[in-house]
C-alpha cells in the first residue's frame, strides 16, 4: 500500500552525516549581542539596497518637499536662508516617517517579523539592528537634502559643513531611536499607520527644535550657539536611549 | 465610600464655582496692570495646575502599570490621561482668550504657552491611541506617557534656551501670583481647590466606569476561554 | 533537547473570536503528531502557541525535558522550527543569504556549511540558490522554507500544511525527512489536509474541531491513510 511502510533510520553510510546528525547534538554557539544587532542592521540594508525602493521614496519625497517649501520663500528670484532650518528638518522628518512605516510594513508584508521574533536573538537586539538601518537610511536621506538645500538658498558654508554634517547625525540617531520604539510598539495595533505620527512627532519636538536652531547658528556663523544646540541634541539622543532601553524590556516582557 | 465621595465632591464642585464667580466679580480688586482681562486667570491658572498633575499621574501610573502589570495603574493612567487632555484644552482656550484681549494676540511663541502645547499634544496623542488602538494597547499607551513625561523637560529647556532674546515674558502670571492682594490670594486658592474638586470628580467617575468596562469584559473573556459562553 | 511537551487546559481568544477552548495535549519526543481538523478548527492557533509566539488567553504549555520544566525564554526559542503558511524568508536576499542570517541569529555553527548542506537536502537547484527568493516557484519556496525550519536542528519541529505545493516526488521526500527527525528524536507536530502524505509517520493523530481537541490517539505501529482518513471522518464529519 503506498505510503504505509514506516521509513527505517537511513544507514549511515547513505545519507552525508550532517544530515543524519542526532537531534540532540547542539553545534550552537551563544552569539554575541553586538554581532546580531550587526546582522539584523547588515540585513535591513543588504535587502534595502536590492530593491532600493524605500530609499528612493525616502529621497525623493525628501527633495520634493524642499523644492517646493523652498519656492514658497522666495522673494527676488532668492530664497531666504532664514528658512533653510525649518525646510530642511521638515524634509528629513516627514521623509523619515515614511521610511520608518514602511521597513516595518515590508516585515509584515513577508511575515519575516514572525521569523525574526521566532528566533532565539533577544528582541533588544533586534530592535537595535533595526534601529542602526533606519539610522542609516535617514543620513541617506539628509545627504540629499543637505546638498539641495545649500543648493537652492546659495548658501557657502566652508568648513562649516563638517558641523552641520554633526548636527543632521545626530539628529538622525535621535529620530531612529525614538522612531523604532514606537513603530515597534505599534506592531501589533491596528490603525499603527496614521497613529505612528500621531504619537511620534510631539516626542520629536525637542529634536527638530534643537536641530533647527543648531543649523539657523551654523548658517550664521555663531560658533557658541552652534555647540550649544549640538550638545542639547546628543543630550535628546542619551536621555531617550536610556528610557528606550528601559521601556523596552518592560514592554516586551509581556 | 464612593457613594458618599461623589456627590459630596459634586456638592463642592458647584459650590465652589458659583462661590468664585460671586467672588472674582463682586469682591476681588482690579489688578493693576490688566484690569478686567485679569479676572479670568482665576480659571485659567487651576486648569494648568490640573493639566499638569494629571500628566504626571498618568506618567506614574504608566511606569507603575510597567513594573507592576496590574490594570489597576492602568485605569489610572487612562482616566488621568483624558483628563489632562480635557483641562488642557480649557487652559489653551482661556489663555488664548486672555491673551488676545491682554497682548492682542491669540497665541505668542512664549515658553510655558509653547511647553504646554507640546504637552497638551502629547496627550492628545495619547487619548487618541487609547481610543483606536483597540485591544492589547495597553502597554504601548503605558510607553507614550513615559515618553511623554520624560519630553517635559526636554521641550521646556529647549524652548526657554532658544528664547535668550529675552525679551520680557509676557506672561506675568508668577510674579502675579505672590504679589496678590489678600482678597485676591484667598480667590485663587478657592478657585484651585474648586477645579481640584472638579478634577477629582471627574477622575472618580470616569475611573469607576473604565474599571467596570476592564472587569466586563475580563468576565466575559473567562466565560468564553472556560467554554461556558459561546461567541 | 525536549523530551515532552504538555498542553495544559489552553484557550487563545481573539476579540470576541474563540479560536481555542480549554485544549490539552502530550506530545513525546518520537514521535510525529498530525494535527487535522476542519478549517477554522484552530490548528495553526495552536502551532502559534507552541511556537511561543502566540499567548495562550488561559492555561499553559510545559517545555519538558526530562523532568525538568524549561523556561519560556530565547534559548528555548533555539529548539523549535517552524514551517508556516508564509515562507518567513527574505524575498530580496537568496536562499544562501537567507539562511546564513538565520543562522546567525540561532547561534549555528559554521552557518555556510550548513546552509548547503540543508540545500542539497531539500533538493533546491544549484542554480536557484543565488537568486533572490521572490523570484522562486512556491514549490522552491516550501523546500527553502523546510531548510530554513530545520536549520538549528530543532527538537520540535512546527509545519502549517507542509506539502502544500509540493509534488508527488518532494511530498514522498518530506514524508521521509519527518520520518527521520523522528527517529532522530525530536517532536515533530504536522498540520495538513494531506493524509495520504503524513500517513506513514505518523504515530500520533489528534484533531481539532471548532476549537476542541475531538480526538486523541496513539498508535506506535503507526496510521495508515485508511485509518486517519476514518478517524477523520468519524470526529470532523
Known amino acids: 500500500m503506498p505510503g504505509r511502510a514506516l521509513p527505517t533510520a537511513p544507514a549511515a553510510d547513505a545519507v552525508p552525516a550532517s544530515c543524519s546528525a542526532a537531534v540532540g547534538r547542539r553545534t550552537t554557539a551563544p552569539v554575541g549581542t553586538l554581532r546580531l544587532v550587526a546582522a539584523v542592521a547588515g540585513k535591513d540594508l543588504k535587502v534595502e539596497l536590492r530593491s532600493r525602493e524605500i530609499l528612493y521614496t525616502m529621497a525623493l519625497f525628501a527633495a520634493v518637499i524642499v523644492v517646493v517649501f523652498s519656492f514658497s520663500f522666495v522673494k527676488d528670484q532668492k530664497a531666504l536662508v532664514a528658512a533653510v532650518p525649518g525646510v530642511a528638518w521638515a524634509a528629513v522628518v516627514f521623509a523619515g516617517t515614511i521610511g520608518l512605516g514602511r521597513a516595518f510594513e515590508r516585515e509584515r508584508e513577508g511575515d519575516t517579523m514572525r521569523a525574526l521574533l521566532l528566533s532565539p536573538a533577544p528582541r533588544l537586539a533586534i530592535f537595535a539592528g533595526k534601529t542602526v538601518a533606519i539610522a542609516l537610511l535617514v543620513v541617506a536621506v539628509e545627504a540629499v537634502v543637505l546638498p539641495l538645500c545649500l543648493l537652492f538658498f546659495n548658501v557657502d558654508l566652508g568648513a562649516a559643513v563638517l558641523d552641520l554634517v554633526l548636527v543632521l547625525v545626530l539628529g538622525a540617531i535621535g529620530f531612529a531611536i525614538v522612531g523604532t520604539v514606537f513603530a515597534a510598539m505599534l506592531l501589533r495595533i491596528q490603525s499603527r499607520d496614521v497613529l505612528l505620527p500621531v504619537v511620534l512627532y510631539p516626542i520629536l519636538v525637542p529634536m527638530i527644535m534643537s536641530g533647527t536652531k543648531a543649523t539657523a547658528a551654523i548658517l550664521a556663523a555663531n560658533d557658541a550657539d552652534a555647540w550649544f544646540w549640538i550638545k542639547f541634541l546628543a543630550a535628546y539622543d542619551c536621555v531617550f536611549t536610556i528610557v528606550a532601553l528601559w521601556t523596552f524590556e518592560a514592554l516586551v516582557i509581556e | ?231 | 533537547m525536549l523530551s515532552s511537551i504538555v498542553v495544559e487546559k489552553v484557550s487563545k481568544r481573539y476579540g470576541d473570536h474563540r479560536a481555542l477552548a480549554a485544549v490539552e495535549l502530550t506530545l513525546t519526543a518520537g514521535s510525529v503528531c498530525a494535527l487535522l481538523g476542519p478549517n477554522g478548527a484552530g490548528k495553526s492557533t495552536l502551532l502559534g502557541i507552541l511556537s511561543t509566539l502566540v499567548r495562550a488567553t488561559a492555561g499553559t504549555v510545559g517545555y519538558l525535558e526530562g523532568d525538568r520544566r524549561r523556561k519560556l525564554d530565547d534559548r528555548l526559542r533555539a529548539d523549535i522550527g517552524l514551517l508556516a503558511h508564509s515562507s518567513l524568508c527574505y524575498g530580496e536576499l537568496t536562499a544562501v543569504e537567507n539562511l546564513e542570517f538565520f543562522a546567525t541569529l540561532y547561534g549555528v555553527a559554521d552557518g555556510a556549511a550548513r546552509a548547503r548542506t540543508l540545500l542539497d537536502e531539500v533538493g533546491l537547484d544549484g542554480r536557484a540558490r543565488d537568486r533572490a527568493v521572490r523570484t522562486y516557484s512556491r514549490g522552491m519556496v516550501q523546500r527553502l522554507a523546510l531548510a530554513r525550519a530545520l536549520l538549528a536542528r530543532p527538537s520540535l519541529l512546527l509545519l502549517d500544511e507542509p506539502f502544500t505545493g509540493l509534488d508527488r516526488g518532494g511530498a514522498l521526500a518530506l514524508g521521509a525527512r519527518l520520518g527521520q527527525a523522528k527517529a532522530d528524536g525530536a517532536i515533530v507536530v504536522c498540520v495538513t489536509h494531506d493524509l495520504e502524505a503524513i500517513a506513514g509517520v505518523t504515530d500520533h493523530v489528534a484533531i481539532l474541531v471548532g476549537g476542541k481537541l475531538a480526538c486523541d490517539e496513539r498508535d506506535p505501529a503507526g496510521y495508515s491513510y485508511a485509518a486517519l482518513r476514518e478517524r477523520y471522518h468519524t470526529h470532523a464529519g
Not at chain 2, 457613594?3 to 463642592?12: S, V, Y
Not at chain 2, 501610573?61 to 488621568?80: M, N, Q, T
Not at chain 2, 484644552?89 to 502645547?117: N, P, Y
Open chain 2, 1 to 231: 465610600m464612593r457613594r458618599i465621595l461623589i456627590p459630596l465632591l459634586a456638592a463642592c464642585a458647584a459650590a465652589g464655582l458659583a462661590g468664585t464667580l460671586y467672588l472674582v466679580f463682586y469682591v476681588t480688586k482690579l489688578e493693576q496692570n490688566l484690569f478686567f482681562n485679569q479676572k479670568i486667570f482665576y480659571w485659567h491658572v487651576p486648569n494648568w495646575f490640573m493639566l499638569f498633575s494629571m500628566v504626571f499621574l498618568c506618567g506614574g501610573a504608566s511606569i507603575g502599570y510597567l513594573v507592576k502589570r496590574d490594570p489597576k495603574w492602568d485605569d489610572v493612567a487612562h482616566a488621568a490621561g483624558e483628563l489632562a487632555v480635557l483641562f488642557g484644552a480649557i487652559g489653551l482656550v482661556t489663555g488664548s482668550i486672555w491673551g488676545k484681549a491682554a497682548w492682542g494676540h491669540w497665541w505668542i511663541w512664549e515658553l510655558r504657552l509653547t511647553t504646554s502645547l507640546i504637552l497638551w499634544l502629547t496627550m492628545l496623542g495619547y487619548a487618541l491611541v487609547r481610543r483606536f488602538a483597540g485591544p492589547g494597547s495597553e502597554p504601548l499607551c503605558a510607553g507614550l506617557a513615559i515618553f511623554g513625561m520624560v519630553n517635559v523637560p526636554l521641550v521646556y529647556f529647549a524652548v526657554k534656551l532658544a528664547d535668550k532674546l529675552g525679551q520680557a515674558s509676557a506672561h506675568p502670571k508668577a510674579k502675579v501670583v505672590a504679589q496678590l492682594d489678600a482678597s485676591m490670594k484667598g480667590t485663587f486658592w478657592l478657585s484651585v481647590l474648586t477645579f481640584a474638586a472638579v478634577c477629582a470628580l471627574l477622575f472618580l467617575v470616569r475611573i469607576d466606569a473604565i474599571r467596570d468596562a476592564r472587569r466586563l469584559r475580563a468576565v466575559r473573556e473567562r466565560g468564553l476561554d472556560a467554554g461556558i459562553l459561546e461567541p
